[in-house]
């Protein structure tokens, strides 16, 4: 017997909690786990203008014939116009593109291709990150060292720590940094501090993968890539992880794409083939369907128009919600600093509760969070914010 050996695994600490929120029938339950926008209904909506491309799409598709290798043309033109602006033309000859299944495709190609390229350099992450991080990368075989980057008690970044730990990292290790809307703390270093960050990266020849999966969800497109393009601007190398999943919300399309910034526009043929012969040997290519509505919705100028404006009231709201909270938590106890709330930007924060705390909260209270206290903000409405207030100001630090 081949598959008796196999033990049972744990859920996956964030998308597990889905099942376990859906399981509970408790009324009044309140969700803050997965990272999905929410409106005020609890619902995540479809996008506007995503879905008069979709329309579009459908009433002219004729073929669900292959793409390409490397994806849909029309979709990493626009993914790369949107993360490097004015600098996509610049540097075009220089940076290789391929469409993946998803943020995570991205970052797993970008593991594969590090490992690849660099055998036995290891991958710098930031503690804490993202909990699928190290999965992603460990899965591609590189091995983990960590950086500081968060006080969850403080609510402040170590930004003195992260720099101390990347100046003795060894030359051309890769270093995965969050460009905008930081998960799981929603603090992200202002640009003066990256600017420090990107000098160390330079000075140490360190090689960047920057996670790109809330752009245009903190502040707006161009502020939320400010580190990736001064990176871009600077380095001879450097790696972009596009999600489109929440800023377009097309989270089970599995739409994203991964953009590689070669030192020299020889090197862009060789790294393509390397990426399309990485995916080929995984999952062939990246499905089409999300790609083909990111292309129009780019490529149009009103509808790129509409989702602009959609995007941007998402991430106003997101803002307001977090002043709303802190605004709640403080008239309970008004001697309680929150200003770290509504400085936070993007779907994240981080309470600073500890795990047996968190599970208190989901047993008695009905409060679902990821266990190291990470709260989606995007979950929080006008309801519920009086009894999560209530509940959680007594406990705060
Ligand atoms: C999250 O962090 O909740 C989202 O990015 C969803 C996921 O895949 O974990």
């Known amino acids: 017997m081949t598959f008796g050996s196999l033990q049972a695994v744990p859920p996956d600490p964030i998308l597990g909690l889905m099942e376990a929120f859906s ?17 005020d209904s609890g619902c995540t909506p479809l996008m506007r203008a995503v879905a008069d491309a979709e329309r579009g799409l459908l009433a002219a598709q004729a073929t669900k014939a292959y793409l390409p290798p490397v994806g849909v043309a029309g979709f990493l033109d626009g993914v790369r116009s949107l993360v490097l602006g004015p600098l996509a033309e610049t540097l075009e000859s220089r940076t290789a593109a391929i469409q993946t299944p998803g943020g995570c495709g991205a970052l797993r190609l970008a593991a594969e291709l590090f490992g690849r390229a660099e055998p036995g350099r290891k991958v710098y992450l930031g503690e804490p990150t993202w909990g699928n991080h190290s999965a992603l990368m460990t899965g591609a075989g590189l091995t983990i060292e960590e950086y500081p980057y968060y006080d969850p008690k403080a609510h402040r970044l170590r930004l003195d720590g992260m720099l101390e730990r990347l100046r003795g990292a060894p030359e051309r290790s890769l270093v995965v ?9 929603g603090a992200d270093p202002d ?44 380095l001879p190398e450097m790696l972009v992880a596009v999600s489109c999943s929440k800023n377009f919300g097309l989270y089970r399309e599995r739409t994203g794409a991964l953009l590689v910034l070669a030192a020299e526009p020889a090197h862009r043929a060789g790294l393509e083939s390397n990426l399309e012969q990485i995916a080929r040997s995984v999952y062939s290519m990246a499905p089409a369907h999300g790609a083909l509505i990111v292309e129009r919705v780019l490529g149009d100028a009103a509808l790129r128009e509409s989702w602009r404006e959609e995007l941007a009231a998402m991430a106003a709201r997101l803002a307001h919600l977090r002043s709303e909270f802190a605004n709640a938590l403080s008239a309970l106890r008004p001697e309680l600093d929150t200003t770290w709330l509504a400085r936070q930007r993007g779907m994240f924060s981080l309470l600073g509760l500890d795990a047996a705390r968190v599970r208190a909260l989901r047993e008695e209270r009905h409060i679902y ?27 705060l630090g």
């Open 191 to 234: 640009p003066a501090a990256w600017a420090e960050v990107l000098d160390v990266v330079e000075e140490r020849a360190l090689l960047p993968l920057f996670d790109l999966a809330y752009l245009g969800l903190g502040a707006d497109i161009e502020a939320d890539s400010l580190a990736v393009r001064c990176a871009a601007e600077r």
């Open 369 to 395: 969070m990821v266990d190291d206290s990470r709260i989606n903000v995007a979950g929080l409405s006008p309801s519920n914010i009086p009894p999560l207030a209530e509940a959680l100001a007594p406990l």
């Open 23 to 39: 399981g509970d029938p408790a009324e009044g339950k309140i969700d803050l786990t997965v990272g999905v926008y929410r409106d």
């Open 177 to 185: 940094l969050q460009a905008s809307c930081h998960n799981p703390s």
